[in-house]
C-alpha cells in the first residue's frame, strides 16, 4: 500500500471527492493556483479547473460566509482557513450562521461545508500560528470537530467529513504533516514513509465521524488524547515503562464517549492530554463526563495536561508544548493516586 | 495625559456625527437633495460601471409631485400589475399593522413592521424569476406577500404555534422559505450579505440562470460580511444584486453614524468597480424598473450591482423601542419621499384605473382576508395560549441525524 504523508493524503482525500462529486468546490488563500502554504491543494486547480478550485481574498469571514451561501445553493464547499489562529473573523459565519441553519430553517436550507484549518504548535509559530481553538468549537451546537492524527484516519475521516450532512472542523494538526511528533523536538524527525499509518489505500473510503479509535491497549491506565499528543502520550508511556491504554478520539463532536467508559471502568485511572490551554478547554468536558459515568471505578483523580493559559510564546515553545516529560509525570502521579 | 502644549496644529478633537434634527426639534431633510423625478438617464444595462458612477450619488424616480410616471425609467409596468402591487403593499400594510396590535396583546413576544418601506420589498419580488434566490433582512416581508406566500404560515411562524413552520425555533418574523426563493433570516445582521454572494458564484459555478439578492440595512453596512461581500462579488463577478435598505434609522443611530464620510452608501460600490445606482424607494415604478436593470445585468453575466434605496421607516425599529425618544414625532410626516402607497395609488387614480372608492374597498377586503387568516393561524395557538412546538422538536434538527449526547439530553429532558 503506497505511503503518504498527511499533506498528501488530504489532498488525495480531496481530489477523490472532486473526482466523484462535481458539487465538491475548494477555495481559500492561496488554494488556487499555487495549491495552498502547506501545498494541502496542490494540483488540484489544474485537474478540476479554477471554478473548482480557486484563490480566495484575504476575508476568513468572506470565505466561510460565501461558503454557507454555496452550500444553500446545493455545493459542497472544502474551504481552507490557512491557519486556525485566523479563523475569528469567520467565527460569527461559523457559530450563529453554519451551525444553525439547518435548526433555524427546520432543514429548509442545509450547511454541509467543511472547514480545514492547519492547528497546534511545534513549529515555532508563535501566537499566531500555533493555536488548538478546538474548544471553540465543540461548544458550538450544530457542528462537528474532527482531530486526525495520521494520513490515513485524515483522508478516511476528510472524505466522511465532505459527505456529512452538517458543518465540520476540520483541524490538522500541521506538526504532523510531515510526521509523527512524539515531543521530542531534538530529536530527527520520523517521516511518514517509516510509519505503518502512513499508508493511505487509493480511491475512497472512510473512517467514520464520531468514533474513537485505541492506539494501544493497556491495563494500567487510560490516555485520552487526539492529534500531535497520540504520540506524545505513547512516547511518554513506554518511557515510563508504563502499560497505558492510549485512546484516539479523532473526533471530538460528537464524542466516542462509550470507547471512553470502558477503557477508564476498565483501568480506574484516566490522564486526559491536549495541547490547547488549560481553563475551559475540551479537557474539562473530558474530566466531567469521566467522572459522570466512571465515578465508581474511579482510583485517582483525573488528571490533565495541556498548554499553559499563556498565549503560545515563540521562544518558549517547548516550555509551553505539553511534551513528553510533562505527560509522563502525570502518568506517574495518576498511577500513584 | 495628553501634552497639548506644543505643536504647530494645536489639539486634536473627535469627531462625533449627530443627525441634523434630535426630539423637540423642527424636523429638518433638507440635506436630502431630491432630483426630480424622470430626471436621471437611463444607461443600457452592459453599461460600464465607470461611465455611470454620477448615479451613485443621485436618486432615481418616476413618479412626480403629480403622481405621474415620467421619464426613462417609466413604462416598465402594465395597469394589473401596477393594481397588484398596490394591493401586496396594502396588503403587507395590514399584516403589519394586525401582528403589531397581535404583539401588544401579547400573542407573540416581538413584532418589526414595513411602514413606509413596503416599496422596496414588494417591487423587487416582482422583478425577480422563479428560483432567484433572496438573503433577506428582517424587513423585507414583502418578497413573501407579493410571492403569495401563505399569509397563515407567517403568522404561524410569527405566533410560534404547533403549525409554525420554524417548529417555534426562531424569533418571529425570521421567516424561512426555499420554495419561495427566501433564505432563513439570521437575527444577526450582514451575515446574509456574503452568503448571496456566495449562492450566486455557485450558480454561476454550475452554469446555472438564476442569480441572487442580497439585502442590507444602512446600519449594518459597517459590518465587515459587508465589505467581504464587495469584495467577492466584485472579483468574481457573482451575479447578485446588492440592495442597501436606506431607511435613515438603524434603531436610535442615524445614518450618518455608519456611512462615515461618503456621499452615499450606494457609493460604496464606486471603490469595487460595481455600477452603483440610488433610487427612490418610496416609488414603487422606480424600485421595480432599477431592481429590473440590475437583475437582468446579473443575469446576462455581466456582474453585480449595488442599489441603494432611499427611503424613511415611519414606525419604530421594533416592538421593541419607541422613536420619539430619538426623533422628533413629526418627522416621518416631513420626509420628502412621500409614502409609497399613497404615491402608488395617486399614480393610478390618475391613470383611470383605480378610484378613492375602490381603494377604500379593496382595503376592505384586504383586512378581511388578514383577519380570516390570523383566524386560522390563532386556531393552531398563540406564542402563550393553545398549540405550541413541543419540547422534543427543540432537540431535533441540530443535525441531520440526531448524535448520542442529543439523545442523552433529550431522554433526560423526559421528551
Redesign the interface.
Known sequence: MPRKTMIEAIRDAMDTMMERDDNV?VFGEDVGFFGGVFRCTHGLQAKYGK??CFD??I?E??IV??????A????K?CVEIQFADYVY?AY??IV??AAR??????????CPIVIRMPAGGGIFGGQTHSQSPEALFTHV??L?VVVPSNPHDAKGLLIASLED??PVIFLEPKRLYNGPFDGHHDRPVTPWSKHELGEVPDGHYTVPL?KAIKRREGKQLTVLAYGTMVYVAEAAAEENGIDAEIIDLRTL???D??TIVESVTKTGRCVIVHEATLTSGFGAELAALVQQHCFYNLEAPVARVTGWDTPYPHAQEWDYFPGPARVGRALLETLEG | MPDNSSGEFGPLSLHVPEPAVRPGGEPDFSNVNIPEAGSVRRPPVDANPEEIRDLAFSIIRVLNRDGEAVGPWAGELTDEQLVEGLRHMMTLRTFDARMQIAQRQGKTSFYMQHLGEEAVSCAFRKALSPGDMNFPTYRQAGLLIADDYPMVEMMCQIYSNEKDPLKGRQLPIMYSSKEHGFFSISGNLATQYIQAVGWAMASAIKNDTKIAAGWIGDGSTAESDFHAALVFASTYKAPVVLNIVNNQWAISTFQGIARGGAGTFAARGLGFGMPALRVDGNDYLAVFAVAKWAIERARRNLGPTVVEYVTYRAGAHSTSDDPSAYRPKTESDAWPLGDPVMRLKNHLIGRGVWSEERHTQAEAEILDTVITAQKEAESFGTLHAGGKPSARDMFEGVYEEMPPHLRRQRQQAGV
Not at chain 1, 65 to 70: L, S
Open positions: 468546490v471554478t473548482r480566495a481574498p476575508s469571514g468572506g460566509g460565501a461558503a454557507i451561501g454555496m444553500a445553493y446545493g455545493l464547499p473573523p460569527d459565519q450563529s450562521e441553519l439547518r435548526y433555524r430553517s427546520n432543514g429548509g436550507f442545509t451546537s450544530g462537528k450532512p452538517d464520531g463532536l460528537p464524542l464517549l462509550e
